[in-house]
């Protein structure tokens, strides 16, 4: 019985992981078709996102399968607990990478960035794969170093955001309304991305160390 | 044992309608600090979160709890698991009406808002108010008539944040990019929190009919 248990675990490991390479490819691929206005690139994010969201429904209903048959207490029921509300965070930040890819094809075939706020949209693309990559080893190897470095990254993406903002109203004649409204809402989208990289990274750390980590949420 | 374990269950409900209710003033509070600009009422709903958010780790913990000691299955367990996820809606809920109140404190003494998209956003403002109530009685009655209703409070959202944006990228020479920046903000703030009503009605509807309905998420 034990046996089975620990392999359901281990089985909602991987598919956590798997979950999170999804994710990691579509915020790769949605910043992609931003900054270089690939129409097909952003609809393949946008066809992809619902099998991030029936990962996140399968896992969800095989975690209640598995507390109302096994009835674990402690620690394994706060890991499947854990894997509830990663799930979450992950399906999440799918929506977050369609999102971006959604505004890239709704501009297209122009841009929807102006030229003046690409060098901060490359470095928030960046910054935001580096969180997806960190979050998928950190559910594999319950890497804690890197744990810390997902927050670090998170700092990045929130200096960005503010850098944005310091762009569109720097009074610009060049930055339409419409590209104002467009450069928020993106910002937006990979700063959040980053807060919930953080919250999977902090119920890992968790769930390793017992401590808990207070996050201002944005 | 099973008559403790209804009593805990009961608790359970009634700490989410204590949530939910201290949601709704949240929300109504920091509209009402945001079209009139008041500061003591914006620093309130600010001093006043983190109260939402020590409720959904007391409730959390105690959903926890309540699993590892009674062990439940089927349907129980299945409120409990509602539970949490309805705990982490309502916590998302008074953040974002938080966050139209630092918009709010941060522009004073002048107001965040352009007088041209007032009126849109005491619509916006109103209907939050209406889906903050509505979730409250949802939660508390079972009342999956008024669970439609929050759906169509949030379709009202939905629409008045298309609207924000009609009227930020209209051209009028009034509003500056600051502006345009934080109705944007503000507007998006007000939607998500519809969503996360509509979730928390939602999963009301599916613990008394079984009925899972897809939503779009934004």
């Known amino acids: 019985m034990r046996d089975i248990f620990t392999a359901e675990l ?4 991987e598919d956590l ?9 579509a915020i790769s691929s949605a910043g992609t078709a931003l900054l270089t206005k690939d129409l097909a690139l952003a609809e393949g994010v946008i066809a992809d996102d ?23 207490v402690a620690r394994d029921l706060r890991i499947i607990i854990a894997g509830l509300r ?10 977050l990478a369609r999102h971006v890819a959604e505004l890239a094809r709704l501009r297209y075939p122009a841009a929807a960035l102006p030229a003046e706020v690409e060098p901060t949209f490359t470095a928030m693309h960046h910054a935001a794969v580096d969180v997806a990559r960190k979050v998928t080893t ?10 810390a470095e997902i927050e670090s990254d998170d700092d990045t ?9 310091t762009l569109t109203t720097s009074g610009s004649a060049a930055m339409t309304a419409q ?12 700063e959040r991305f980053g807060d919930h990289g953080v919250s999977v990274a902090s119920r890992v750390v968790y769930l390793v160390t017992g401590e808990v980590e207070e996050h201002h949420a944005h």
């Open 50 to 72: 619902h099998t991030i969201d029936a990962m996140e429904r399968d896992l969800d209903e095989r975690c209640v399968q598995l507390i109302a048959q096994q009835q674990p």
């Open 17 to 25: 992981v798997a979950m999170s390479r999804l994710v990691e490819t």
């Open 157 to 165: 993406l929130d200096d960005l955001l503010a850098q944005t903002f």
């Open 10 to 13: 281990t089985a909602l490991g």
């Open 86 to 95: 990663m799930s979450a965070s992950l399906e999440r930040m799918g929506d």
């Open 179 to 190: 590209a104002v409204v467009d450069v928020t809402l993106l910002a937006r989208y990979f």
């Open 138 to 147: 950190v559910i594999e190897n319950l890497d804690l170093d890197l744990a």
